[in-house]
């Protein structure tokens, strides 16, 4: 067993290191398969660095080892060890990423804050990131900060990269890998993965992946009956129950997907790499339950389901041009998702609210409603991305340039149950004669297509060797949208289409900073860099009935980031402290709200004739620039080899300011005294980031035992308290999430080419609350809708390589 840290952490080993720096100053990292000679050339000085220790950024990194020996699948449990990061989530396939505290509350009409990427393919989508199941990775990297730069408008805060394997003629390898899971309270699970890599000659390897697993369920739909109103005095509701849909354990999980490349190392200088992955997702439900109505139990009047089935692949052209190297990425991805939703606390608001108090025929579904609401999506992308990078005795740089094309549309259609039955139908079927029967009161449905267009690049320039450097980088860009929305009311009568609406944005973003090598394991380093959303349009409704109260158009938003940071490394590299102070100053902060204008009549507006003009714009949800955000905070790493077989690590997220000083008032000339409250207070927290997190482990390895090596890992992460959502209101109020424990244990066990591993994980079966979701008007009955994380469960899973 090696006595140095930096070579039993793979994290640490020069190799994994450059190829780490090499994503994260956006050129290629080395391939395991490129000639001695083409990685030479291929990687410049500075990303032929020893040691991510100098890199003057936070780079944390978990290699597909790891991965596997710790058990991690989805984004949200990764996110547990990396300093800075919080995954928000609802079920695998669905989360909203979050670094230092840069949130604001997600939604599906706002872009994301923080990338997510396979390779070299951006996979970004606000409160949708994808899970990309864990079979045959080379590493999953957390990138802190805005990475605007080199990676575009969705990495205003940060990025993770997913890094594949790639082929390797050089050596047939493979490997299979099988395992059962059990969890407290719920059903069973299973893992089945392998990989393998043929060679096919000198220069040309094929390399397989697959995979197929289930993650049990434990959630329990019990027993119950609908709302009663006891909110708008009615007192009616509470006469039908949900045995049709009473089930244990709905929200099981089931993986499938594969991965195929090649690669033709065409002579020493170039390579040619095709990848295709595939994956599909099935949810049998959500990981929210009611703690009002019992542990890890809710009521549902629907079956809950949600799909998610994506392919991508991607061509990448590697090579040396003498003066520079050179990196054509051409990637495609294709993304279908499509998901039920429960609604009878929603359907359930709007009769007793709007059919019955304020007497809207429209909105009288009759006794009791119950429903679902259903959403068919379907993104694409093209995007082609070409680098170059090189270097003089000085100077190290990257240039390049950027250009995608996206497409996405949306069916979203909302359905009652006997709708066609109602006195809602027979009212729009009374002005409109001939209304074919439907459940369905309402359907939307979207399009926008997207260009983005963009020129980087960055150097690093040497002012004093081995002491100073400067840091120089900047993107210009160019984003031109187009959208278009169309409301159905009821299905198939077109309430609203409305003409199609574009947007153009453009700007530049530039980072800039000096690292300072103090002693040879010792640096200190200053960056200022930017981050940013592009802006866009609204859908506009009502604009015929005197505008919504809120810009049609809203604009860019622009994160400015100062940070401070430390990296060291003492006794030979047996132990590693780095620290990093940032603080942050988001202006014209973007958030999705609910736009005023459709409840005027509530602020004493009166047509001619006297008559409120409740109503009167319809009800919609706008992006708006809000107001001016500031974050400050500090993020720790330590890691240390205590002997040849104990190695310890911690790290820590402390946010010491996270808010945003918005509007607690819209103008509103309509509106009695000119105003109309925000739900914003005058200073409010930003959400879904805990003011406090660490995650600390004891790994002791090397034992001999039955003629091979197990080892034991002891780790527990603790999320501190956070809010749900930045806006707090009677319909959907501001909740507190967060603050628990989670403690897990892990023996691992080798021998020869066999591996086994029994892990432990949750042991003190906390219900740790992920997202407190309080958008479907459960909580207007009382009720909650509360993502928790899974409870105790424990897995045996053994690999075999050949």
């Not at 720096?21 to 080395?30: D, K, S």
Request: charged share 20%; no cysteine; net charge negative.
């Amino acid at each position: 067993m090696t006595s140095d840290l930096s070579k039993k952490d793979s994290r640490f080993h020069p190799s994994a290191i450059a190829a780490g720096v090499a994503a994260a100053i956006g050129a290629t990292a080395p391939g395991m398969t490129f000639s001695a000679e083409l990685e030479e050339v291929v990687v410049t000085a500075r990303q032929r660095a020893e040691s991510s220790q100098e890199i003057p950024m936070m780079v944390q990194s978990l290699s597909g080892d790891e991965i596997q020996k710790q058990g991690i699948t989805t984004l949200e449990d990764f996110s547990r060890q990396v300093a800075g990061l919080n995954i928000s989530t609802t079920t695998p396939g669905q989360n909203t990423i979050v670094f230092r505290g840069v949130s604001d509350g997600g939604g599906f009409l706002v872009d994301p804050t923080a990338a997510i990427y396979l390779d070299e393919q951006p996979m970004s989508m606000t409160s949708m990131a994808p899970d990309i199941y864990p079979v045959d990775l080379a590493r999953i990297e957390a990138l802190a900060g805005p990475q605007s730069t080199l990676y575009g408008a969705s990495s205003q805060s940060g990025a993770i990269r997913v890094i594949t394997n790639k082929p390797d003629p050089d050596a047939f390898s493979a490997n299979i890998g099988a395992g059962v899971s059990s969890t407290s309270g719920g059903g069973t699970g299973y893992e089945l993965d392998g990989a393998v890599n043929i060679p096919l000659s000198d220069s040309v390897a094929i390399r397989l992946a697959g995979f197929s697993a289930q993650d049990a369920g434990f959630i329990d739909n019990v027993l119950g009956n609908t709302v009663v109103d006891d909110v708008f005095g009615s007192g009616l509701g509470g006469q039908k129950n949900n045995s049709a849909y009473v089930d244990d354990d709905i929200n099981q999980v089931n993986w499938l997907g594969a991965r195929a490349s090649i690669r033709w190392l065409v002579n020493d200088n170039w390579s040619v790499t095709a990848t295709a992955n595939y994956q599909d997702l099935e949810s049998d439900g959500f990981m929210d339950y009611d703690p009002n109505v019992g542990d890890l139990q809710t009521v549902k009047f629907a079956k809950e389901t949600r799909t998610d089935e994506w392919m991508q692949t991607s061509l990448v052209i590697e090579g040396d041009l003498g003066f520079a190297q050179l990196v054509s990425a051409t990637s495609y991805y294709d993304r279908d998702t499509f998901y039920v939703h429960d609604t009878q606390s929603y359907a359930a608001y709007f009769h007793y609210a709007f059919g019955l108090y304020y007497g809207y025929a429209a909105y009288d579904f009759g006794l009791d409603p119950t429903g679902y609401l259903i959403n068919d999506q379907e993104n694409e992308s093209l995007t082609q991305e070409i680098r170059l990078a090189g270097s003089t005795d000085r100077i190290n740089w990257t240039v390049g340039g950027f250009w995608q094309e996206s497409e996405e549309f949306w069916d979203f259609y909302t359905y009652v149950d006997d709708y066609r039955n109602s006195a809602a139908f027979d009212y729009w079927s009374s002005y409109y004669p001939g209304i074919a029967p439907t459940d369905a009161w309402w359907n939307s449905f979207q399009a926008t297509d997207r260009t983005d267009k963009a020129v980087f690049g960055e150097m690093d320039v040497v002012l004093l060797e081995d002491r100073l450097t400067a840091i120089l980088g900047g993107r210009w860009y160019e984003v031109d949208r187009e959208l278009s929305y169309t409301v159905e009311r009821p299905d198939a009568r077109v309430d609203q289409q409305l003409p199609n609406r574009t947007a153009s944005d453009d700007g530049f973003i530039p980072k800039y900073g000096l690292e300072l090598q103090v002693l040879e394991d010792v640096m200190v380093y200053g960056v200022y860099s930017e981050g940013f959303r592009v802006g866009g349009t609204n859908r506009g409704r009502g604009l015929d009935r005197g505008g919504p109260t809120l810009p049609v158009d809203y604009q860019s938003d622009i994160l400015e980031n100062t940070e401070f940071g430390l990296k060291s490394s003492f006794f030979d590299g047996r132990v590693v402290f780095n620290a990093v102070y940032y603080t942050m100053k988001w202006n014209d902060m973007q958030i999705e709200v609910t736009d005023p204008s459709n409840a005027l009549g509530t602020f004493s507006v009166q047509d001619e004739n006297g008559e409120p003009l409740y109503g009167n714009i319809p009800f919609q949800i706008v992006v708006g620039n809000v107001g001016n955000a500031t974050v400050k905070g500090l993020d720790l790493e330590f890691k240390a080899l205590i002997t040849d077989n104990l190695e310890v690590g911690f790290n820590l997220t402390d946010i010491q300011d996270a808010y945003v000083d918005g509007q607690e008032f819209y103008d509103e000339p309509r509106a009695q005294g000119g105003k109309v409250p925000s739900g914003l207070q005058p200073r409010s927290s930003l959400p879904l980031f805990a003011d406090t997190s660490y995650y600390l482990y004891a790994d002791y390895s090397g034992i001999n035992i039955l003629g091979g090596e197990a080892g034991i890992r002891l780790q527990h992460s603790y999320v501190g308290e956070s809010l749900n959502q930045l806006t707090d209101g009677f319909t959907s109020p501001q909740r507190i999430q967060g603050d628990y424990d989670i403690t897990d244990a892990i023996l691992s066990f080798e021998s020869g080419d066999w591996q086994a591993q029994l892990r432990f994980s949750n042991l003190t079966d906390e219900r740790g609350i992920t997202y407190q979701d309080t958008s479907d008007f459960d909580t207007v009955w009382g009720g909650n809708s509360s993502s928790v994380i899974r409870p105790r469960n424990y897995s045996l899973t053994v690999r075999k390589a050949f």
